[in-house]
């Protein structure tokens, strides 16, 4: 969906849609959207910026940071933003912006794209890291075995031997004490 600057300028838009999984791009292969991205917006031309405000929901497929399994989570986030068109920026070598000049996004041309918008919702979104619960254990470092699903094998090696040097001298320390 276009939202064009000259219609918003007419009449404000009301905006209830759903994206099914895939018809979005995100730009990232780090998830995956398995249900529909439920919108409900409106989109106005206020002040020669355009306000959309709303909120999303849906629920992705990512992968826990600790024993890549898949984990769920759902996404639901209120938004409401300015974005202002780069013919309003001044073209001087530098331009200095104001703390209230922080909260607009820019677009060129005539409006900009809801998909673009909603994409960008999403990944802000999403946690920096997701694990799949508080106590996962993760993988082995050493054969990679699922540590949650099972105990792997491997041999449980004491300190590194580049640091003995260190456990004598702990040692002898000790024994002076």
């Given at each position: ?151 792997c094998r491997c041999e449980k090696s004491g300190a590194d031997p580049r640091l ?14």
């Open positions: 969906m276009f939202l064009d600057v000259r219609e918003l300028a007419v009449r404000k838009a009301r905006i209830r849609k759903s994206y099914s999984p895939g018809t979005l791009d995100f730009h990232s292969g780090e998830f995956r959207q398995i249900e529909p991205l439920e919108v409900r917006a409106t989109a106005e031309f206020v002040d020669g910026q355009i306000r959309i405000c709303g909120n999303l929901h849906t629920r992705v497929e990512l992968v826990c940071a600790r024993c890549l399994d898949t984990v769920v989570e759902e996404i639901s986030r209120d938004f409401d933003l300015y974005y202002r068109s780069t013919t309003s920026i001044p073209e001087d070598d530098e331009v200095h912006l104001n703390l209230e000049d922080t909260d607009i996004a820019f677009f060129e041309g005539d409006g900009l794209f809801l998909a673009d918008v909603l994409a960008e919702q999403v990944n802000l979104a999403l946690p920096m890291k997701v694990i799949c619960s508080s106590d996962c254990r993760g993988l082995c470092p050493h054969c990679g075995s699922n540590l949650n699903n099972e105990e003995a040097p260190l456990a004598r001298l702990k040692q002898d320390w000790f024994k002076k004490q």
